[in-house]
């Protein structure tokens, strides 16, 4: 029987510091799952001082809990392999690790086609995400239940028990229906959609959505111009903050935080658990800053920038029952 399911979901363009959310929450499950996407994520995490990074496995393996990769989800099984040596090699119990028999298997056709086409079109990861998804949806696809051989120990027999925990990957603004298509990745990311776990919406209990206080993206996006690069203050931003891509250490353009974006993102997740993290970076910098309603808002201090915040999200949402500040680095 489940008992209840969590998700915790990015409210922006990926890279919101749900790793760290997730592993801090972890403790408290029987399993941690991921429902979409494959290891063009990237996930850091902290423990005891330690830093450890993963792209595709979820992050309950180093809490010693289940962690499960669903079915929505798309698998490059040397990426795999190498990820479960680190692991091995790091002293976790990789045991713990099972994937869905229906997620789908990431050729080298997939990653030759990303490399040649979609990374210079779209500015994707260039992992054979999109050309995966594209097999599956084509039904042409292969999934992990034909590699039975090399995969056997780590299939998953479908079930759930007990107290779960989604983990989103990527963000609300790349998901392919929601975001800005077609600079988008080619799965939805949307919490909704964690319920291809094999759960009924009904066991969704709390959504925690995760965003930093400032917008960060990687990748083509027209609504991050590259000009945003030429703006001091965003630079000092993006280099105190260490805005580098986790998966490709690409530089992530930075922008103040979109204040309409995150009432709709909000609305769209059901976001009941707001996290908002990095305001220690803004106090580095000393800049206070958001976009609200196409003008760019100025304060003198984080207090004054975080009351206002507050104050438009009690004015606009009610599904939001609690908001979290988390300052970085925080070590677990
Ligand atoms: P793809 O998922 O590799 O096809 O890339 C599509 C778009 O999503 C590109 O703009 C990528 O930069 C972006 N993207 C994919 N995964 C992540 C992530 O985990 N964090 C941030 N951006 C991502
Ligand atoms: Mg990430």
Redesign the pocket.
């Known amino acids: 029987m489940i008992e209840y399911v969590d998700i915790c979901v990015g409210l922006a ?3 919101e510091g749900k790793g760290k959310i997730v592993s801090q929450l972890t403790k408290d499950y029987d399993y941690v799952c991921r429902w979409a ?1 494959g290891d ?3 996930h850091t995490i902290y423990i005891n001082d330690n830093k450890y990074s993963t792209h595709l496995i979820p992050s309950g393996v180093f809490h010693g809990i289940k962690s499960i990769i669903g079915p929505g989800c798309v698998i490059n099984i040397d990426s795999f392999m190498k990820e479960l040596d680190y692991l091995k090699n790091n002293g976790f119990d990789t045991s713990l690790i099972k994937i869905s028999p229906k997620a789908h298997i990431v050729t080298d056709e997939h990653i030759k086609k ?1 490399m040649n086409k ?1 990374k210079e079109l ?6 054979g ?2 050309p995966c998804y594209m097999d599956k949806y084509a039904r042409t696809g292969k999934r992990v239940n034909e590699y039975k051989n090399i995969l056997e120990e780590f299939i998953w027999d479908e079930t759930l028990h007990g107290k779960v925990l989604c983990e989103g ?3 609300i603004w ?1 998901d392919i229906d929601y975001g800005n298509y077609p ?4 799965s939805n990311t949307l919490p909704y959609s964690a319920c291809s776990l094999g759960f009924p919406p009904q066991k969704i209990r709390k959504i925690y959505g995760a965003i930093k206080i400032y917008d960060t ?5 027209p609504d991050f111009p590259e000009n945003l690069r030429d703006n001091k203050e965003l630079a000092q931003i993006a280099e105190i903050g260490n805005e580098y ?4 250490g ?1 530089l992530r353009n930075v922008n103040y935080l979109n204040v309409d974006k995150l009432i709709k993102a909000l609305h769209y997740s059901g976001t009941t658990d707001l996290i908002i993290s990095k305001i220690d970076i803004l106090e580095k910098v000393k800049v206070y800053k958001y976009i609200y309603k196409e003008q760019i808002y100025i304060f003198s201090s984080s207090e004054e920038l975080l009351d206002s915040l507050k104050k438009i999200i009690k004015e606009n949402n009610n599904y939001v029952s609690n908001i979290i500040l988390s300052r970085s680095p925080k070590k677990i």
Request: charged share 15%; net charge neutral; no cysteine.
């Open positions: 363009w990926g890279d996407g063009n994520a990237g990303d979609y779209i500015g994707t990861t260039a992992r995400i999109g990957a990527q963000g790349l600079f988008v990745t080619s993206r990687v990748g083509i996006d891509g986790t998966t490709t690409r």
